[in-house]
Every structure is written in structure tokens, then in C-alpha cells.
């Protein structure tokens, strides 16, 4: 039974340049939400994919953007980066978007933005 | 404002030793709190969760502790090992579920020393 899955695992970006990382669910989950954790902080909610559409948005500018596959994967965009933007990013599943159980967290992307 | 406060911020104790982390939450309507070990630079991983009714919870070495009128819970951790360093997170999930009704706390960093 496959947890939570993010790729890559590393990432080095130079300002302005645009990323793309990638999160496989949990077998059985459907819901995927997206967390900027900066270092020395708890996780920020950034938004949250449930039937490929974006159900649930944090306070966080449009340079984020999402997408989630019929396959329930999910993809985090960050546009125009900038060096604030140096975090880990956590992928969690779950069964269905207004569920308090069950939120299972992937062990991250760390992006550093130079 | 939803808020979770841990304490203390950064704990240092010899191995074999027992700790108590601390959460203060005022988070409303409330629906759970967890508990949550995360290595270095990994994802979150569920040690406990607890609802209003449930004052402990025990996962092995971790017994946490739930006061729902206070709004206060704690992470005891027995005869610890080297492999307890990490960060502790406390979540607490409002009522109506989402991934935006989770509130972190920022951790407590705690180091095991031999």
C-alpha cells in the first residue's frame, strides 16, 4: 500500500523561473492539499484538489497554481519565483475534501530558490 | 483568529530521560488534535489523534493528553531514544473538516542527546 508519494525530493531554481512538483496520493485517497513549510514553521495550507478542481485556497498569491489528474495526482505550479519562496512543500492525501481524519503527508519537496 | 501555540520551543534532554511537550489551542469549533513527529526535512508522520471526548491517547513511548475545557493538550514521551529527535507539530482540526480548517502549531524541536 503506497503512502503518499512527491517528486523531485530536491530542487534548485534561479528567481523568476517557473516550477512544477508533483504528488501521487495515498492508494484510496482522493483529496490532495498542498503546504508551504518555511523553516523553523509549522506548514501554511496553500489549496486543496478534490475532483480535479480546487476546492479550498490559503492566502497565497496567484503565482500558485494547482492541477489534479483523473488519476487523483496532483501538481503544485509556482510562477515567478521568488527567493521567499525557499521551502519545503508537503503534499497530504485524504478521502474526500471535508474530512478531519485521516491526512497523510508526503516527505516533501525541499525547493531552494537562488 | 484559529491558534495553536506549542511549547516549549526547543527542548534538549539526555536519552533515557522522559519530556512533556505542551499545545494551547484556540481553535472553534473543534473537531480533533493531533500529534505529529517530522524528521528533518521530511513530512509530517501521525503519532495520536484525539477527539473532544477523549482525554489519552498512548502510540507506544507517546501518551498524549487531551483537556478540552481548558484547551490545552500534552505529548509525553517515555525513556527516550536518539531516535525521537525531531520536531513535534500539534494540529487542531475545526469542525466542518477541510484541509484549511487544520491549525499548526509551529513545533518544539526536540534533541536526545547520548
Known amino acids: 500500500d503506497a503512502g503518499v508519494t512527491q517528486s523531485p525530493t530536491h530542487l534548485i531554481k534561479t528567481r523568476g523561473q517557473q516550477v512544477t512538483l508533483r504528488c501521487s496520493p495515498k492508494s484510496g485517497h482522493d483529496t490532495v492539499s498542498w503546504y508551504q513549510q518555511a523553516l523553523g514553521q509549522g506548514p501554511q495550507f496553500i489549496f486543496q484538489y478534490y475532483e480535479e478542481e480546487e476546492r479550498q485556497r490559503g492566502n497565497f498569491p496567484d503565482r500558485f497554481s494547482g492541477h489534479q489528474f483523473p488519476n487523483y495526482s496532483s501538481e503544485l505550479n509556482v510562477n515567478a519565483l521568488l527567493l521567499g519562496d525557499s521551502a519545503l512543500y508537503l503534499c497530504?492525501?485524504?478521502?474526500?475534501?471535508?474530512?478531519?481524519?485521516?491526512?497523510?503527508f508526503g516527505s516533501g519537496t525541499r525547493l531552494t530558490v537562488v | 483568529k484559529n491558534q495553536v501555540e506549542q511549547s516549549p520551543q526547543s527542548l534538549i534532554i539526555l536519552e533515557g530521560k522522559n519530556c512533556t511537550l505542551q499545545?494551547?489551542?484556540?481553535?472553534?469549533?473543534?473537531?480533533?488534535l493531533r500529534w505529529y513527529k517530522q524528521d528533518t526535512g521530511r513530512g509530517p508522520v501521525s503519532l495520536t489523534i484525539?477527539?473532544?471526548?477523549?482525554n489519552t491517547k498512548s502510540n507506544g513511548r507517546y501518551t498524549a493528553t487531551l483537556d478540552a475545557d481548558t484547551k490545552q493538550s500534552s505529548l509525553h514521551i517515555t525513556a527516550s531514544q536518539l531516535s525521537d529527535s525531531a520536531s513535534y507539530i500539534c494540529v487542531v482540526s475545526s469542525a466542518g473538516g477541510g484541509a484549511d480548517g487544520l491549525t499548526f502549531g509551529k513545533g518544539t524541536h526536540l534533541i536526545i542527546q547520548p
Open positions: 484525539m477527539t473532544f471526548s477523549e
Open positions: 499545545c494551547n489551542y484556540t481553535v472553534s469549533p473543534f473537531s480533533n
Open positions: 497530504a492525501s485524504s478521502l474526500g475534501d471535508r474530512t478531519n481524519y485521516g491526512y497523510t
